[in-house]
């Protein structure tokens, strides 16, 4: 069976360039979001995110007419349940290392909304990462909210709706090129689901697309980025040590990674992101006896923004103690970067982000944040944030804080010189 129409639910930084190079392939495509003004953003032909390239490919796609946005779900062949799947408590604002239950009602309410307008012959797939079961936790509702249909953890492959998970493997800043191209890997609850849902892919997909079980393909994709989370917690331990040992540790790590078998990662500030930073939590969730490792990689990493606040701290202190005529009101603190990675502008679960907060209610005197990629501040920071340019910055800053090496900063990482103070937790001032 071919699939004419395609739903999309959310459209988010994954959402929308999935719903985007469908569409591309002039396959009419129903992208659903909650958010009114997204959905009037993309009818446009605007995007509300920064992606490279994407916003040529949504404006074309919505107009000839391949694309359109709406709130509501409308019936289509296929639908690929893309929305966000937090935590129950706030991970960026924990005290302690307890283990955050997941939140998955964000795909309960997907599922029962598009429940009302599935049709026999369809097919759903869950795209938003999840722990593992949640595809089959999925099915269960949609067979709750429409008993007049039969599904594979009933009926087999005679299901008249077909459910699988495919979990996204791109970065971003380079979503467009790795939909196109990165493997998939296909998880369906039947092999007719696995099946209708690699033809699905086919549509634009390049890479191979690898059939699994839906819980096996659950787990890939957690386990993916906590092998990477394990791999930070190493370097950020590292850094801890070699700042105790005076080291200087972009140097030691350059000098190690010239074994031939040796390739360690780069220390930061800690891990943002709605990847690396969450998904082993899915994982500890579900295992919180044997996941141990994983366990101590996240209490690592989400450890290390209270180690550069206290750099921070001894920075005031020790210009204070210089300068015996001064109040910490006399000092400005800039930070540079609050995306979670560089050269984008996406903040979720960034550490930058949540360290500049945290001086901002602390800190007595100015807090001026530099971060290129966006217009302007989240509600969310403290009112005494000022977004600020970087020369600005530069010349008014009395400590400054390297949060993010994105590219703007590395091409002016001689500006910093004149900057009294340094914690630079990117290796960017040498």
């Given at each position: ?62 107009t ?5 946005a709406?709130?509501?779900p ?38 029962e ?12 797939i ?16 949609l ?20 459910v ?50 839906a ?164 509600n ?6 000022r977004?600020t340019?970087?020369?600005?910055a ?6 400054g ?30």
């Amino acid at each position: 069976m071919s699939f004419s129409t395609i739903s999309v639910i959310g459209l988010g930084y994954i959402g929308l360039p999935t719903a985007a190079m469908f569409a591309s392939r002039k396959k009419n495509v129903i992208g659903v979001d909650v958010n009114q003004h997204t959905v009037d953003t993309i009818n446009r032909g605007e995007i509300h995110i920064v992606e490279p390239d994407l916003d040529m490919i949504v404006h074309a796609a919505v107009t000839e007419g391949y694309l359109k946005a709406v709130t509501v779900p409308e019936s289509a062949d296929a639908f690929l349940i893309a929305v966000p799947t937090p935590f129950k408590n706030d991970i960026n604002n924990k005290n302690d290392y307890s283990i955050p239950e997941p939140d998955i009602s964000y795909i309960k309410k997907a599922s029962e909304a598009i429940a009302l307008v599935l049709k026999k012959g369809d097919l759903v797939i869950l795209e938003s990462t999840s722990p593992v079961g949640a595809t089959e936790q999925m099915a269960e509702w949609l067979a709750d909210a429409r008993p007049d249909l039969s599904f594979p953890q009933v009926a087999g492959e005679n299901a008249d709706v077909n459910v699988a998970h495919c979990p996204e493997r791109v970065l971003p800043g380079h979503v467009v090129r790795e939909l196109v191209e990165n493997d998939r890997v296909i998880g369906g609850m039947t092999a007719k689901c696995s099946a209708r849902a690699v033809e699905l892919y086919n549509t634009f997909v390049q890479g191979e697309c690898v059939i699994t079980n839906a819980r096996t393909a659950e787990m890939a994709k957690l386990t993916e980025n906590s092998c990477r989370d394990v791999q930070i917690a190493f370097a950020n331990e590292l850094s801890i040590i070699c700042d105790k040992l005076d080291i200087d540790v972009w140097e030691l790590i350059s000098l190690a990674n010239r074994h031939p078998r040796i390739n360690i990662l780069q220390p930061g500030p800690g891990v943002g992101g709605h990847c690396i930073a969450v998904d082993p939590w899915f994982i500890i969730s579900k295992t919180p006896e044997e996941a141990k490792l994983i366990h101590t990689a996240r209490e690592v990493n989400d450890s290390k923004p209270v180690w550069v606040i206290n750099k921070v701290k001894i920075a005031i202190a020790d210009f204070l103690l210089a300068n015996p005529d001064k109040t910490a009101k006399d000092i400005t603190i800039a930070c540079y970067g609050l995306a979670f990675k560089p050269d984008i502008d996406d903040l979720r679960e960034s550490p930058a982000l949540n360290i500049t907060n945290q001086i901002a209610k602390f800190h007595l005197g100015k807090v001026l944040a530099v971060e290129p990629n966006v217009k302007e501040l989240p509600n969310s920071l403290a009112v005494n944030i000022r977004l600020t340019e970087l020369d600005t910055a530069n010349k008014n800053a009395t400590i400054g804080v390297i949060l993010v090496d994105h590219k703007e900063f590395k091409l002016h990482s001689k500006d910093f010189k004149g900057i009294a103070y340094i914690v630079d937790t990117r290796g960017i001032v040498k």
